[in-house]
């Protein structure tokens, strides 16, 4: 690909503005600064603006440590976006594919790739998410098999799909869930309907994507070839 071309479809410029930032040469290819519009450049090669190396173009696919006090929007008058924790270009075309409240930490993705998204947050598809959660009360005896069997929401007609329920450690009402669905707050709603409340919720996975351990909260990386293809 050429390389005006390149800076067009990363940076989402014009070609004759590709052409000035060529021309200052604030654009380096492989520790080269070049200034010449019809350079080739693959996969393979670095191409660095402002410090910042570009991705060849095409869909982009990420994995957040989200921290407590982030909501997963692109504006919000209350609480800082988690967008701010990423250093990439073009932000404005980034969704969040399956958001978790702003008191809710742990493992989001993040893409531009609306296909993809739909994979996870679709009811149809029925992706299981797992959380690690902490109750306010002990675990109940029976939250294994009501779960199992599906809960009555408040506002809702129709019961939750089945629910998996791991107790971890009972003496801190800790537990892991996997649901298949996404409802507004759906994690929250059902202990509630238990008569218990949800102390701190994290979520560890996404299907078979699971939180990058060495991923400390507030960064991210990007998925891999296989991580993406999972979702599918």
Known sequence: MRLDKFLCETLGVTRREATILLRRGE?????????????????????????????????????????????????????????????????????FAGRLDVDTTGLVLITDDGQWSHKITSPKHKCEKTYRVWLEDAIGDDYIEQLTSGIQLRSEKELTLPAKMEVIDASQNELLLTI?????????????????????????????????????????????????????
């Open 180 to 232: 298949s669905e996404g409802k507004y707050h759906q994690v929250k709603r059902m202990f509630a309907a238990l008569g218990n409340k949800v102390e701190r919720l994290h979520r560890e996975s996404i299907g078979t994507i699971v939180l990058d351990n060495d991923l400390e909260p507030g960064t991210y990386r990007r998925l891999t070839a296989e991580e993406i293809a999972s979702i599918s």
């Open 27 to 95: 654009v380096t290819v492989d520790d080269k600064v070049i200034k010449v519009a019809s350079v080739q450049v693959t996969e393979a090669s670095q191409v660095v603006w402002q410090e910042r190396r570009l991705p060849m173009p095409g869909p982009r696919y990420f994995m957040l440590h989200k921290p407590d006090g982030f909501v997963c929007s692109h504006e919000d008058s209350s609480n800082p976006t988690a967008f701010v924790l990423l250093d990439e270009i073009k932000m404005d075309k980034l969704h």
